[in-house]
């Protein structure tokens, strides 16, 4: 029998699976698969926050409200991306986050940082 890549490089993935395991048993993930597909990078900063969130020193209790939060937050950037469309405004979630989401530029560090320390940000706000 040949093995798959999975099994060839099980160590790798090990990390990855897993942080994917932990999303797809979260309270209400079923919620992410309604409306539009997620986009790499929205699907990006959902395993990022999950990973930070497991790997630091939290209590289990993130783990009921991660997903509305997550999706409040994608609707705020939403309605943001909107607003600016609409009346050229920049709102804080446009400004800092939607925009940097949508350029066509390659991400660059500092932009990775920015918005990702927004996103959690305005994820904290969210969650409290």
């Not at 929205?42 to 930070?52: E, G, R, T």
């Amino acid at each position: 029998m040949i093995p798959t890549m999975f099994e060839t490089y099980s160590s790798d993935y090990k990390p990855v699976v897993s942080v994917l395991d932990l999303a797809a048993g979260l309270p209400h993930f079923e919620r992410l698969r309604e409306g539009r597909a997620l986009s790499f990078q929205w699907a990006f900063h959902l395993a990022l926050l999950v990973d930070s969130l497991a790997e630091g020193d939290y209590t289990a209790s993130w783990r009921q409200g991660v997903v509305d939060a997550f999706l409040s937050f994608k609707k705020a950037v939403a309605e943001a991306q909107l607003h600016y469309r609409q009346t050229k405004e920049m709102l804080p979630h446009y400004a800092q986050f939607g925009r940097l989401l949508a350029a066509p530029a390659p991400i660059q560090p500092t932009r990775f940082v920015v918005d990702t320390l927004f996103f959690y940000q305005r994820f904290i706000l969210n969650c409290s």
